[in-house]
């Protein structure tokens, strides 16, 4: 996914902050480390207005770090809510190559297909001779290690576990873009929405919620070490999987919590109502399963303004949520 969902589907199994510090570095670089720790706002504030000053040096997942000597002209993307925040960025010009899964928005489709998230072709990677690869936060660390080899550079992040990680991914991609500007509006979008949820549910009571992310031979959830999960009681519920780690739950603990409301995607729309198991929950008997469109919610992009609000009139169908 990250589609987590296609976590999922890689895995179908398996599931799924950083620390973003500016600071010169001895070498005369600016460093991006991921898992530091308080990044947005401090940073935000600080590049408001300014330029990014290349070269910059941002930590990937894997520890390596990779250096943007200047802005990159031409991108290819493997990672769907990259591709989204580029757009959202003003920078979807820069796009030469995309992912099979990377579908937003729909210009995008009109960009070169380079393969699935996992599935690369490293000739035909190198051969495109990209400013800049952005991978999937699922990537191997052989074929990122691969490309890194031939010369190719690549940023590979993984900001998945939670909430917090989506400003964390549009505050770096708006530095190595040059574009810091437009990604603290972004942010700041995002933090607004955030700031109107906490002020107007406070003291409202909260539903018992769980998002089905898989279900039958797998079941999985949004559990509480996730973003989607970190989601959800921001937006106003009480998750009932938050005991859960690593996208996996257990149906018989379900049965017990017995949620208020259950989220799905259209995959399960049908299926849950005869699914042993779930088919017998309150919420699905009284009516109470909720449909999303899952890449608003799996992806960690700008849309998730949109999936806050939706999950906040799920979760408190009587309250209006009115932004500043």
Request: charge should be negative; proline fraction near 3%; hydrophobic fraction near 40%.
């Amino acid at each position: 996914m990250k589609k987590i969902l296609l976590k999922k589907i890689v895995v179908m199994g398996l599931m799924i902050l950083m620390m973003f510090a500016t600071a010169c570095g001895s070498n005369g670089t600016n460093n991006i480390e991921e898992n530091s720790q308080p990044h947005s706002e401090i940073e935000t504030q600080e590049n408001e207005t300014s330029n990014t000053q290349y070269p910059i040096e941002i930590q990937t997942k894997f520890g390596e770090k990779v250096i943007i000597e200047e802005e990159p002209e031409t991108i290819l993307s493997f990672s769907p809510e990259m591709t989204e925040i580029i757009f959202e960025l003003g920078a979807g010009d820069k796009l030469i190559g995309r992912s099979t899964y990377c579908n937003y928005p729909e210009e995008v489709l009109e960009i070169e297909e380079f393969g699935t998230l996992l599935d690369l072709n490293v000739e035909t990677i190198i051969e495109a001779n990209a400013d800049l690869v952005v991978l999937s936060s699922m990537i191997d660390q052989d074929l990122f290690a691969t490309l890194m080899n031939q010369g190719v550079n690549v940023l590979a992040l993984d900001y998945d576990e939670n909430f917090e990680g989506t400003m964390d991914y549009i505050e770096v991609m708006g530095s190595v873009l040059n574009r810091n500007e437009e990604a603290t509006n972004v942010i700041k979008d995002i933090r607004n929405i955030l700031a109107t949820l906490d002020k107007q549910l406070d003291g409202v009571e909260k539903p018992t919620a769980y998002f089905v992310i898989g279900a039958g031979e797998w079941d999985s959830t949004a559990t509480g070490d996730t973003f989607i999960g970190d989601m959800m009681e921001k937006a106003g519920a009480i998750n009932v999987a938050s005991d859960g780690t690593n996208w996996s739950y257990n149906i018989e603990l379900l049965i017990e919590q017995d949620p208020d409301i259950l989220i799905t995607s259209e995959m399960y729309r049908e299926a849950l109502s005869d699914l042993e198991g779930y088919k017998d929950l309150t919420a699905i008997q009284e009516g109470r399963l909720f449909v999303v469109e899952e890449d608003k919610y799996y992806r960690q992009g700008p849309r998730i303004k949109e999936a806050l609000l939706e999950l906040a009139e799920i979760f408190h169908p009587n309250i209006t949520v009115q932004l500043d």
